[in-house]
């Protein structure tokens, strides 16, 4: 897990006495918004700086916020014990994706075993708030576990097996991406294509397992890139 410093420039801010919860929240916007915009936001209704500690993009990017080891401004009346972490979107309106959702356990996985703390509540446990959001996959971030759950066009995350001759690894989701070669597929993705081919062929060929961790549409990402999962089946 890699955690991205801000260098953000903050006010007047007083040290946490001690850590005994995590707090999750979501930024409340479907539109994209970098962790300088949330900062900007806070700083121009008078706070020393954005209030949250850690900030989770949709790309999965794990930002610094405030100090982690400063009284944060994310939960009014439970700011004096808590961690703030916060979710890019409106999970009112929209659904987190598989990457963003694993940000999210790790963060919250390292936090706790960091601090010895087993609490990790929805701003809605502490606030009168519908945040962070009917659709936000709270058991599932503190339980460390992605539900094998239909995502779009009947595919879910899961384990597929590539059933055509060769299939392209693209460098996102659609035939528009560029496709992969093979020098430029991860060192496993390699592995498996000569045990089973015996040669270099541009793609993935028949019979190679992949770990799908996100869907879009009907591409799964795999770690090499994402692939058409027309052509796998579910196993």
Not at 36 to 59: L, P, V
Not at 101 to 107: I, P, R, T, V
Request: charged share 20%.
């Amino acid at each position: 897990m890699k955690i991205i410093e801000s260098n953000l420039s903050f006010g007047s801010l007083s040290k946490r006495k001690s850590t005994k919860r995590l707090i999750l929240h979501n930024s409340g916007v479907t539109v994209l918004q970098s962790v300088e915009t949330i900062h900007n936001y806070h700083k121009n209704k008078g706070w020393a700086g954005i209030g949250y500690h850690f900030y989770i993009r949709k790309d999965g990017n794990i930002y610094a916020g405030r100090p982690e080891d400063t009284i944060g401004a994310h939960a009014y009346g439970s700011n004096n014990d808590s961690i703030g972490i916060c979710f890019e979107g409106n999970f009112n309106e929209e659904t987190m994706n598989d990457v963003q959702k694993n940000a999210g356990q790790e963060l919250v996985a390292y936090l706790k075993n960091k601090y010895s703390i087993n609490i990790v509540q929805k701003h809605s446990d502490v606030c009168s708030t519908s945040c962070p959001g009917k659709n936000f996959p709270f058991n599932e971030i503190i339980n460390g576990k992605l539900e094998n759950t239909v995502v779009s066009n009947g595919y879910s995350v899961g384990r597929y097996e590539v059933t055509a001759n060769v299939l392209t690894v693209r460098t996102g989701a659609g035939t528009e991406n560029d496709w992969l070669r093979y020098s430029q597929l991860t060192p496993n993705a390699q592995k498996q294509i000569y045990e089973k081919a015996g040669y270099k062929p541009n793609g993935l060929v028949k019979g190679v397992i992949c770990d799908v961790s996100q869907i879009s549409g009907n591409w799964g990402k795999i770690p090499s890139g994402w692939i058409c999962l027309d052509y796998c089946k579910k196993i």
